[in-house]
């Protein structure tokens, strides 16, 4: 009788041990940046499943149940967390927020964006943060620096896959470099929502929405859009697989021109930031 109970509080010591940390994530990228830095040490539950969009997303009973389970959940600013974020440390008051977007310059909007039911003013920030090697460092500091409080035994191993992360990073860079390196300073390239502001930024390039103060343009804004296509020798435009490609496809037709769907929210996320960087100097 002893040596059953011995054997099954050893069993349960082994399930205390060897216990993971439970993340939540909002979006794909993150998930990416958590599953490098906290490998088998870490589950990570997503929010916003592919083709979904964060500005309008409402999570699904069973993500709620996660909620109820984690440890941390990572949060990167985006709308969705605006209005769920208070709900979810509501439903689990144990769990820790992790803001791992915090020490970023952040692109500052200008005007009015209108995401899903509800508007950034002038002023608010570009929530698209994880877009450029150099942001995510950043990010993969913060991530590291929270898996850490959270599970100090496990610091060196977080640490070690941090600095392959990192590693990672630099190689991208030199990467996206080399693609863009026969394309002149600030090449213009014509988006339908500004998701690539910092990618644009970090690699001396200009971001050009279709999007009039974060709504679909009217058609004489379509005009004039046409007009200035026509000026900065736009070869594409870019569309992303949670909004309406229509008028970028009406303008692309005035054109001759093509349209590119590509997503901040690919799974793929460093594959996805060498297609761009491809799109962009091909163009």
Not at 254 to 281: E, F, M, R
């Amino acid at each position: 009788m002893l040596k059953k109970l011995l054997t099954l509080a050893f069993l349960g010591l082994g399930t205390f041990v060897y216990a993971k940390v439970n993340t939540v994530v909002s979006i794909l990228p993150q998930q990416t940046f958590v599953k490098a830095i906290g490998g088998d040490k870490v589950n990570v539950s997503l929010m916003i499943n592919p083709g979904n969009s964060p500005h309008t997303y409402e999570p699904k009973p069973s993500q709620m149940r996660d909620i109820s389970q984690a440890d941390i959940y990572f949060f990167i600013g985006i709308e969705f967390e605006e209005s769920w974020l208070p709900k979810f440390a509501n439903q689990n008051k144990k769990m820790k927020l992790a803001n791992i977007g915090k020490g970023i310059n952040k692109i500052k909007m200008k005007g009015e964006h209108r995401h899903g039911d509800h508007v950034h003013k002038d002023g608010s920030h570009d929530p698209h943060i994880w877009t450029t090697p150099q942001n995510a460092k950043i990010i993969g500091k913060n991530i590291l620096k929270y898996l850490v409080r959270i599970d100090k035994k496990n610091k060196k191993y977080y640490e070690n896959n941090y600095n392959t992360f990192v590693k990672s990073l630099d190689d991208l860079d030199i990467q996206i470099k080399n693609i863009l390196k026969d394309t002149p300073k600030n090449t213009k390239f014509m988006v339908f929502h500004p998701s690539w502001g910092y990618f644009a930024r970090q690699y001396n390039l200009t971001q050009v929405a279709i999007e009039v103060e974060g709504k679909e343009p009217k058609p004489k804004d379509v005009v004039k859009l046409i007009e200035a296509a026509k000026k900065q020798n736009i070869k594409a435009i870019l569309t992303a697989p949670e909004f309406s490609d229509k008028v970028a496809r009406q303008i692309a037709n005035a054109l001759h021109i093509k349209v590119v769907n590509i997503s901040p929210l690919d799974p793929q996320w460093s594959k996805n930031l060498i297609y761009l960087a491809k799109i962009i100097g091909d163009s």
